[in-house]
Structures are given as structure tokens and as C-alpha cells.
């Protein structure tokens, strides 16, 4: 399977067999052969700093496909990031055109001088699809506070780890529970694509179970997904509904239970879980069902892609890698030598690294660190549970105490989590206390019907 160097979008040779889904409306990507979504408008475009402001997902994928090597620079903007922020990301871009599928009114946008409506109804066009330019691709990171990174990549960065599988599997239908506008749903977009497959895009209007029919429907057979994505999707009937020959899991640690479960629920899927971010790209697959990586994985350089573990923080060196945060904050992508520190934390046992959690997540007990999605990992190890969230609470001894909220999974009786009935909640204490230490153990368990997911596919954190 060859790997992409692509300088455009159109150089991918695939577009004419290209489908996008979405939840009320296709469209054929071969259409833009003769037509645009752009009304005319792409000339217009040329050579400009384009953001893309819009709430549908499939009216961005058209507006990259066209503005790819026609536009200087093209902003990612995700739908949920929040509207306070679009004059600083305005600014720090030069954004001086706006592309907005009709959802956001021109009223509201920030005045850049040029606005664009785009929509999914091609129109015939005579448009001047001459390559003018290197796009580049302005992708926002999904930080939980403050106003989000502008991380700078082309589309060659973006597609390095990109193979096409059409040598192998004919009839590919990909889809994805991410959003296009972030790093791991654009990896989808490009493979699909790449593939010249059709592209079932998900809507943040409808329900998992919704989402998963509109996906059988549809016949997909490659989808991707965080791993709260699955395990919510496991929660779902619908989830046997579909069946996948290839799932890929990203965006958060797999930890051994998720795999297990998917498993369990697709015996014939081919499994892969990848780690990736927004600014390193992805640094690797690992296919063997196991979580965690080979430490074999380090100081091997392969595929363009270097690692290292300094501080037992994972270091990347690769061409996937961004090239720049936009903007005077001062903060640099990379090393000296090259490496983006990843701020993911891992640790060695036996011939394989395992992720532990984020540095920045630490909650500190008595001066001791603890890892909430280590702890998580070993509640979501009991059969009952389906998924759990970790957090700290405040402490006048110790500073912060591990507690916990647990979803259990739809068949497990009631009775056992009602109040007054800790039966469930003991064999959970009891597990925590057999593998991890006492002061990581959590203080206390509540039992919630849900947990929140955020737009990015992660569990919320506060």
C-alpha cells in the first residue's frame, strides 16, 4: 500500500468516485467536475485566507475540495468552538474571506470583506481550477479551556500516514463518529477520499443509534471513532446492526477493555487503534489487539517517524508533524531537535509501553500523582461497567481525593446500583484496591446514568 504526497486535493485522481453522505442530503464529489458548491464564487477565493464557518459538515468537505490549492490558507473551524473566539482566530489567521454553509448569517460573522455562501446543491459553473498555490491547512486544537491553538499543516503533512486500501478491499464505504474539521475526522475525509470511496458523514443532531442506522443503511465498512465514541455506541442496540470490516480507534487511550468489547461485538473486524494529535500527526497503528505499543516502536525510524520517551512524556520527529502554532504566543511546536512533546505519558512493563494519562490531567493526592485514566481503566476492567470518568475533589488533608462516576452497562440489574445496595459499588472498590495504590484507590463511587462526551469525541473534563 503506497503512502501520498499529495500537492492538491484534485491530485488525488479520486474525486469523480467520491460520495459524501450526509444525514439528509448527497452529494457526488464528481460534480465539481463541471459545477460548484461556491456559486460561481471560487475565483474570488483565489489567493485568500479562508475560514470555514459552517454547521454542516458535508458544505465543508465540498468548500476544502474546492479551496484546496486555489486559496492561500484555509481555517478549520469547528462547529462547537465557541463564537467569542472567531475574532481572535480572524485575526491571528488574516482571515480575509468567510465560507459559511447558510447556517451562520453574514450579519453575525466578523467583517474580513469578502463572505461566501456555500451549499451542498452543485451548480454549473465555469470555474478556473488552476493549482495558484500551496494551501495551507489551519486545524484548531480541542483544549478544554481557554481559547484554542492554531496548528499549521499542508496537505502533505496531513496525508503522510494516509495508505490506500483499494489494492486489497474493493467497495469501501468509510465513515466516522468525528467531525472533518478536526484531526482525527479529516484523517477519515482524506483516506476516503484517497480511496475514491463514498463518505457517511455523522450530524450532531442525531443520536448514536440514529447515526449507526443511517451507517448499515449505507453499507459502511471502515469507521473510526474515539474510544468514548464506542463505548457509547456499545450501549446502543444499533451497534450490532452494523458490521464493519475495519474499526480504528483514536483520539483517547484505548485501554485493553475497549478493545475486548469491540471484540466481542465484531468477531471478524480487523482492530486498530492509532495514536495521533493535532500537532505530531500520526505516530503509529497498532493491530494486535493489545493496548499499549511495542517499546520497539522507540528509537525505530520508519515510515518518516521517530520517538523517544524523555520524562516519560512520548516525543515524536516526523513529517506528519505541523509545521507552526499560528500567532506571537512564543510557544514552540517543536524541539530543538526536532521532536513534539506530546504531553502523553507513558510507562514500561515487560516489552510495551502503556499510556497513563495526560500530563496536564495529574490530580495530586498528598503530593502523590494520579493519573485518572489509569485508574478509569482498571473500573472499566469489571464486567458491569461500560465506562467510567475519574476526577479530583477538593481536600482539607490531602489537598484532592480520587473520586469516581461509573456508567454500568444496559443489562446489568438495577437493583444492583439502587441506593442502599453496594454490592456493585464493593466489587468495584475491591478491584481498584487489588491493582492500584492506596492512595489512587477512589474515595468514592457514584453511579451516573451518562457521562458527557465533548464535541471532540473525548469524555468531558473539567
Known amino acids: 500500500m503506497r503512502q501520498n504526497d499529495l500537492s492538491s486535493l484534485s491530485a488525488a485522481g479520486n474525486l ?22 461556491l456559486g460561481g464564487a471560487l475565483e474570488k477565493l483565489r489567493g485568500r485566507s479562508v475560514l470555514l464557518l459552517t454547521n454542516d459538515q458535508l458544505v465543508a468537505a465540498l468548500a476544502l475540495m474546492e479551496l484546496d490549492g486555489v486559496a492561500r490558507r484555509m481555517v478549520l473551524c469547528p462547529p462547537d468552538m465557541r463564537l467569542e473566539h472567531v475574532p481572535s482566530v480572524v485575526a491571528t489567521a488574516c482571515v480575509d474571506a468567510i465560507v459559511s454553509g447558510g447556517d451562520i448569517p453574514a450579519a453575525s460573522a466578523p467583517s474580513v470583506g469578502f463572505f461566501v455562501t456555500c451549499s451542498p446543491r452543485i451548480v454549473r459553473a465555469d470555474c478556473n481550477r488552476t493549482l495558484s498555490h500551496l494551501t495551507e491547512w489551519i ?60 463518505l457517511v458523514l455523522s450530524s450532531a443532531q442525531e443520536s448514536t443509534a440514529d447515526f449507526l442506522a443511517r451507517a448499515r443503511a449505507h453499507g459502511v465498512t471502515h469507521i473510526s471513532g ?18 464493519p470490516r475495519y474499526i480504528r480507534l483514536s483520539g483517547e487511550i484505548v485501554d485493553q477493555t475497549i478493545l475486548d468489547n469491540l471484540r466481542a461485538c465484531y468477531p471478524a473486524t480487523a482492530i ?3 495514536f495521533a494529535s493535532t500537532e505530531a500527526g500520526v505516530g503509529f497503528d497498532v493491530c494486535d489487539g493489545l493496548a499499549g505499543f511495542p517499546a520497539s516502536l522507540i528509537g525505530r525510524r520508519g515510515a518518516g517517524v521517530e520517538m523517544k520517551v524523555e520524562e516519560a512524556s512520548l516525543r515524536i520527529r516526523s513529517k506528519r508533524t505541523a509545521s507552526c502554532y499560528l500567532g506571537s504566543s512564543g510557544e514552540t511546536l517543536v524541539d530543538e531537535a526536532g521532536f513534539v512533546d506530546t504531553h502523553d505519558m507513558v510507562e514500561l512493563r515487560g ?39 475519574v476526577k479530583a475533589r477538593i481536600s482539607p488533608i490531602t489537598g484532592a481525593i480520587v473520586v469516581a462516576d461509573v456508567v454500568v452497562k444496559p443489562s446489568t440489574d438495577l437493583g444492583e446500583v439502587v441506593v442502599g445496595n453496594d454490592k456493585l459499588k464493593d ?35 473539567l
Not at 469523480?16 to 458548491?37: I, Q
Open 139 to 198: 486545524l484548531l486544537t480541542s483544549g478544554t479551556t481557554g481559547a484554542p491553538k492554531m496548528v499549521l499543516h499542508t496537505l502533505s503533512s496531513l496525508t503522510g500516514a494516509v495508505s490506500s486500501v483499494r489494492e486489497t478491499m474493493q467497495q469501501v464505504v468509510w465513515s466516522t463518529f468525528y467531525d472533518i474539521r478536526r484531526y482525527g475526522g479529516l484523517q477519515i475525509f482524506l483516506r476516503a477520499l484517497i480511496d475514491g470511496a463514498s
Open 226 to 243: 474515539t474510544p468514548s465514541h464506542w463505548r457509547r455506541a456499545l450501549m446502543s442496540p444499533s451497534a450490532r446492526k452494523i458490521a
Open 427 to 461: 466489587d468495584i472498590f475491591l478491584k481498584c484496591r487489588e491493582v492500584l495504590a492506596p492512595y489512587k484507590v477512589p474515595a468514592t463511587i457514584r453511579f451516573v446514568p451518562s457521562l458527557d462526551v465533548a464535541a471532540s469525541g473525548k469524555l468531558a473534563r
Open 351 to 389: 516489552n510495551r509501553y502503556y499510556f497513563v494519562g495526560r500530563r496536564d490531567g495529574i490530580i495530586n493526592v498528598g503530593g502523590m500523582k494520579v493519573y485518572p485514566e489509569e485508574v478509569e481503566a482498571v473500573i472499566n476492567t469489571h464486567p458491569k461497567v461500560q465506562m467510567s470518568l
Open 272 to 274: 486498530v487503534h492509532a
Open 16 to 37: 469523480s468516485s467520491l460520495r459524501l453522505v450526509g444525514a439528509d442530503v448527497s452529494v457526488a464529489a464528481g460534480d465539481l467536475l463541471w459545477g460548484s458548491s
